[in-house]
């Protein structure tokens, strides 16, 4: 099994800040990487798929980069409604799994 | 407009057994990966099953193989999670979701049901 590791587990920040956010895996996987947010009582939306394609209505601020083990996740400039838990997921081999999440709280 | 939604949800004995539902709208169901995400009170997610678009391949976590199965039917646009031998460690809400690929990446979620397994 895949296991991902997000850093940091919390983030605090100001809105207007920089968030630049962690996924490593256990082995290569590739390009093979996915961001969700979790908003509270919301189900996860797709973020980034494949380590760095925005997915559809997703604004440019969120970026996705890395191959390999080493992932990234940035939020360029943040906006209030995007203090959330940010999950990353890897497909590159079965099970499929998740990482434990960062929370992105406000300073 | 892609729309997921479950149905099922509910409190159980352990041991017991629920069917989940998923009705799928606003897309071709049959050419799509179907999956089940699972997240416990408090927790992070867990994939839970996936079954491709003509159900030939399905794969499950270890934590549930055994005692759930995933199911669909392409003609109801519907999927379905039989779950068994509930423990109370199952308990947790249960997301629908579409998979952009075999090997997926979740492109679009149900709002989750419930499932809480207590005595």
């Known amino acids: 099994e895949i296991v991902l590791t997000q850093s940091p587990a919390t983030l605090s920040l100001s809105p207007g800040e920089r968030a630049t956010l962690s996924c490593r895996a256990s082995?290569?996987?590739?390009?093979?990487l996915a961001w969700y947010q979790q908003k509270p009582g919301q189900a996860p939306r797709l973020l980034i798929y494949?380590?760095?394609n925005r997915a559809t209505g997703i604004p440019a601020r969120f970026s996705g980069s890395g191959s390999g083990t080493d992932f990234t996740l940035t939020i360029s400039s943040l906006e209030p409604e995007d203090f959330a838990v940010y999950y990353c997921q890897q497909r590159s081999n079965w099970p499929l799994t998740f990482g434990g999440g960062t929370n992105v709280e406000i300073k | 407009e892609v729309q997921l939604v479950e149905s099922g949800g509910g409190l159980v004995k352990p041991g017991g057994s629920l069917r989940l539902s998923c009705a799928a709208s606003g897309f071709t169901f049959s050419s799509y990966t179907m999956n089940w995400v699972r997240q416990a009170p408090g927790k992070g997610l867990e994939w839970v099953s996936s079954i491709s678009s003509s159900s030939s391949y399905i794969y499950y976590a270890d934590s549930v193989k055994g005692r759930f199965t995933i199911s669909r039917d392409n003609a109801k646009n519907s999927l379905y999670l039989q779950m068994n031998s509930l423990r109370v460690e199952d308990t947790a809400v249960y997301y629908c979701?579409?998979?952009?690929?075999?090997?997926?990446?979740?492109?679009?979620w149900g709002q989750g049901a419930l499932v809480t397994v207590s005595s």
């Open positions: 082995q290569s996987i590739s390009s093979y």
């Open positions: 979701a579409r998979g952009n690929s075999w090997y997926p990446h979740f492109d679009y």
């Open positions: 494949d380590a760095s």
